[in-house]
């Protein structure tokens, strides 16, 4: 019976094919906007994430402990408390992506007649892989190199740009604390951190070759910090804990004892600008439900129009048999159908715009399975509350009075 | 033996602006399975009311209207509904074939809300086309019909769930004279060889003549019930009832 059924709203609906073209017109372009603007609201997500990620958003900065000297406290990481075997034990922990031992000194770089004031970073391979960094130019040492102490830099553009102007710095020399080093590697540009510093006017040099070459003598062992790159940002808080009770039993701290370290991270910023997209994100799904709702309310008038035209009809089906419910059900079908198949149009041409719209504004605009669900969900759902009222309406329509007509 | 239609003292009213509007003044009426009658009166008679209430397409206001013994005022409206699906067969003046629909799928249609499946029902409506003489066309429309063809399948359409029931509201009256009396012939053979019992409404003395009892209806109440003699049938008689 339901597929007779829905064989005859079918019928019905190819009988009317202008008028039936033109009311799903409403729910293609509700649904289409919805695809549309989810998916926008997704690439804005990624987008932000990604800039976020950037920044270091599944990243914990472990800093050494204060230094003191005598009653003077020097402040987080001036104390020679972490170790380079305190990162390679972070490393092995569950959820660690990798973890990169640095240290940082200011020093006047060199190079030919030219020389600029700088911070000079002794780290690992791994730093570049924490940070998300990359050479845009030459590459990064390696970690044959690292260990060896080699006399190798990579420069951020910024140091390039002042030490080396125009010319290729790829293979110069660069002079740091009387050292030469050999410039194999110009980092892609990273522009300004949260707190309006240059992050491209740096100088990173192998972790060993600074500790030997660059730090002084008491720090010689030590490190500043440990950047650690943590698999996701759920992860992110048993981490901390685990490096907590990591380096305290590592450092032989009894309970009571203040830590000789601390560890940061960056979810404060990360969670104020997923809840700002998610809200843009809702925003822009709720434009696209209004014209959902429109769409449906076409229906629901196209469907009034519909009955009125077809009084006869369902008089005829009436005298012949049809019960009440089934004329009802009859209406229903071809609205619930009307809303469908709009919807299965409007996915496709929301996909297409999203693509295109993707491909204008550089976004990753992704149409997820979730998203069309709740297309055809709500669809569906706006098929039935808008058929309701036209199909109880020829349901209750008086037999006679509707073969009269 | 129960008597397949009996009406007993049938009163119905009509609310209007003008107040209540009474179209059935008491009509008592008993039709036994296997007649061939013809309720006849001019327009305004009350003969429409009385159609749509023995079609049970409305009910009394008072009075009772019993089919095969059941009282129809006991029946919800989805019982009612079965009734005119299975019980009764339509037929009506112009016809009334969903214009959507081929003709093969008009007849099914009964079948459709009766809960026969597709095969069956198909075939049953193919059957009933041939048996009605227009086999060779089931896939027409009814535009394409000529209106002799389309009240054939208007009647293939009443058969399709075997009911006890003919009923046709001037069924000739939108067809010329020949194809007036063939139709009526397909209602003898059906009503002789299939015991079917068929009630015409018609104001046609012709029509009402080919019947094998006239009932005339006039201002509400039945004013005779009877053979269908000249002067019954042109309205020269005295009341009966």
Redesign the interface.
Known sequence: ?I???LA?AW??LI?NRLRSTLTMLGMIIGVAAVILMLAIGGGVQKQVADSISGLGSNMLIVTAGSGRSGGIFGGAGTGATLRIDDADSIAKLDNVVAAAPSTSVPAQAVAGPANWATQVTGSTPAYFQVNEWTAADGRIFTDREERAGARVAVMGQTTADKLFGANDPLGQMVRIKGISFTIIGLLAKRGQGFGGQDRDDVIVVPLTTALRLLQGNFFRRSIRTIAVSVASAEALEPVTDDINTLLRRKHRLRPGDQDDFQVANLTAITDTLTTTTKAISLLLAAIGSISLVVGGIGIMNIMLVSVTERT??I????????????VRLQFLLEALMLSLIGCGIGVAVGTGLAMLAGGAIGFDTKVTAFAVTIAFAVSASIGIFFGWWPATRAAKLS??EA?RS | MTALLALDDVVKDYASEAGTFRALHGISLTVEKGEFLSIMGPSGSGKSTLMNIIGCLDTPTTGTYRFEGTDTATLSETALAKLRNAGIGFIFQQFNLLPRLSALANVALPMVYSGVGRADRDARAQALLASVGIGEKPKSRPSQLSGGQQQRVAVARSLANDPQLLLADEPTGALDTKTGVEVLALFRALNEEKRVTVVIVTHDPEVARATNRVVRIQDGRVFYDGPPTEAALYGHVEATA
């Open positions: 019976m597929a007779t059924m005859e019928s019905a009988a006869r009809e008089g005829i089906r009436m005298a012949i048999g049809a019960s009440r419910a089934a037999p006679i073969l």
